[in-house]
């Protein structure tokens, strides 16, 4: 089996939190767990960004289900991997590909936002 370096690059940046001029912020929090199968790829993470009220503006987690995963579950299997958009929202389904498209999405998603946060000035 192939090593993956980009869990070990991601599991390294457990409890980084990069902090903006303007007071916005984001960290990431991470760490293996024994696989399941809301879990398949081993590990269990939070990525958030606040703005400068301290308030979640975007988040990438796998700590429960996401709601519009949740209705007519009938025990298939439903795997915890979400983003949420905004602070109301309750979570939208993700499709987990490894820890380096992840970290990439997560960055990706806080460059747009600040983009935006900058540009409205």
Known sequence: MKH???LDTLLSMDGV???YPNKYWWMIKVYQIERSKE???GIRYTFTLHDNHNRRIFGMDNKHVPPNQRKGYHGRIVEFDHT???AEDE?????????ETLMTDFLHRVKEIMDEVEGSK
Do not use: V
């Open 84 to 86: 949420h958009e905004d």
């Open 39 to 41: 879990r398949p790829h």
């Open 91 to 99: 979570g939208t389904a993700y499709a987990f590909i490894n820890a």
């Open 17 to 19: 939190k990069r902090i």
């Open 4 to 6: 993956d370096h980009g």
